[in-house]
Nanobody, 122 residues
């Protein structure tokens, strides 16, 4: 049984930072693309960042490029998303997801976590 469990969300002031974590189990972690998506209230779920199987290739949405870093620790089966210079528009539920494809298309991600809330106050 595959499980993705996010943690690290919370309430932070604009300009602050958070590090989100996603612990994976039940899958061969090193063979999956791992990604973060986010969904703000009343909006669609959007791609944030992804990292390939060995973490050598990363890709970011323009909205977070330069302010975020995705990384993975294969030994711990964990992927991270460091968010810096947070803005109120970053407020959303952040989801971790796993795919066998190297893509930002949410339809290609077969496994999802339950999400962690990030709230940025102005």
């Amino acid at each position: 049984q595959v499980q993705l469990v996010e943690s690290g969300g919370g309430l932070v002031q604009a300009g602050g930072s958070l590090r989100l974590s996603c612990a994976a189990s039940g899958l061969t972690f090193s063979t999956y693309t791992m990604a973060w998506f986010r969904q703000a209230p009343g909006k669609e779920r959007n791609f944030v960042a992804r990292t390939n199987w060995i973490g050598g290739t990363t890709y970011y949405a323009d909205s977070v490029k330069g302010r975020s870093t995705i990384s993975r620790d294969t030994a711990k089966n964990t992927v991270y998303l460091q968010l810096n210079s947070l803005k109120p528009e970053d407020t959303a539920v952040y989801y971790c997801a796993a795919s066998k494809s190297l893509t930002g298309d949410s339809n290609e991600y077969h496994y999802w976590g339950q999400g962690t809330q990030v709230t940025v106050s102005s």
